[in-house]
């Protein structure tokens, strides 16, 4: 079993900031392309920030400047920096990524697209 977990989120003020953190665990042979997604209410999921396969980051361009992403490999984890927040960053923020299945004896390995439960950032005016 393979499980995405996300933490760090919260309610700030317009202008502070966060760390979110995204644990990957599980029966992992390896993880490639990670990142963050985030849904307003009403609103579509939206790619925020992520990493391909070869490393490249990309954020779509509302966060530019204000979110890095970084992750630690040996940990299996995933951050996003979020600086100067705004109340439009508001959002469920999700986990995201694409993991390689430890093979066994019986089962072959896998690989396959994973989502964490996601977290809730909060930014007041």
């Known amino acids: 079993q393979v499980q995405l977990v996300e933490s760090g989120g919260d309610l700030v003020q317009a202008g502070g900031s966060l760390r979110l953190s995204c644990a990957a665990s599980?029966?992992?042979?390896?993880?490639?392309?990670m990142g963050w997604y985030r849904q307003a209410p009403g609103e579509q999921r939206e790619s925020v920030a992520t990493f391909d396969s070869d490393g490249n980051a990309k954020y779509t361009d509302s966060v530019k400047g204000r979110f890095t992403i970084s992750r630690d490999n040996a940990k299996k984890m995933v951050y996003l920096q979020m600086n100067s927040l705004k109340p439009e960053d508001t959002a469920v923020y999700y986990c995201f990524a694409v993991i390689h299945t430890q093979p066994t004896l019986f089962l072959p390995p896998a690989v396959g697209d994973y989502w964490g439960q996601g977290t809730q950032v909060t930014v007041s005016s």
């Open positions: 599980g029966s992992i042979l390896k993880v490639d392309a």
